[in-house]
């Protein structure tokens, strides 16, 4: 079975930090893109952080460069989305979904998120302040 799990998620002072994974199963994340989306209440989901399926690229949303940081692990299968300095309007429903073949994460930037092929089930993230 196709699956991508999310896990991480949970209550976060402004400032603090968070660590966020996705975890691979019954498909090898090698030959994969992968972006990580928030969604917040009322709001439509966004992209947040790329990686390309080589890891070699990746980008990031304007607004959390600098905070944010997306890697990969293949020999684990799953992908990290480090979170510091978190802001109030970081909060949301975070997701990972992944893109076969082998866009640079620019052109997974540039996708709408219907071309993604798999996505995970979410994790939240609640700032307080």
């Known amino acids: 079975q196709l699956q991508l799990v999310e896990s991480g998620g949970g209550l976060v002072h402004v400032g603090g930090s968070l660590r966020l994974s996705c975890v691979a199963s019954g498909f090898s994340l090698d030959y994969y893109g992968l972006g990580w989306f928030r969604q917040g209440p009322g709001e439509e989901r966004e992209g947040v952080g790329y990686i390309s399926g080589s890891g070699e690229s990746t980008k990031y949303l304007d607004s959390v460069k600098g905070r944010f940081t997306i890697s990969k692990d293949n020999a684990k299968n799953t992908a990290y989305l480090q979170m510091n300095s978190v802001q109030p309007e970081d909060a949301g429903v975070y997701y990972c979904?992944?893109?076969?073949?082998?866009?640079?994460?620019?052109?997974?930037?540039?996708?709408?998120?219907?071309?993604?092929?798999?996505w995970g089930q979410g994790t939240q993230v609640t700032v307080s302040s």
């Open positions: 979904a992944v893109k076969y073949g082998r866009s640079g994460a620019s052109a997974l930037f540039s996708m709408p998120n219907s071309d993604y092929d798999y």
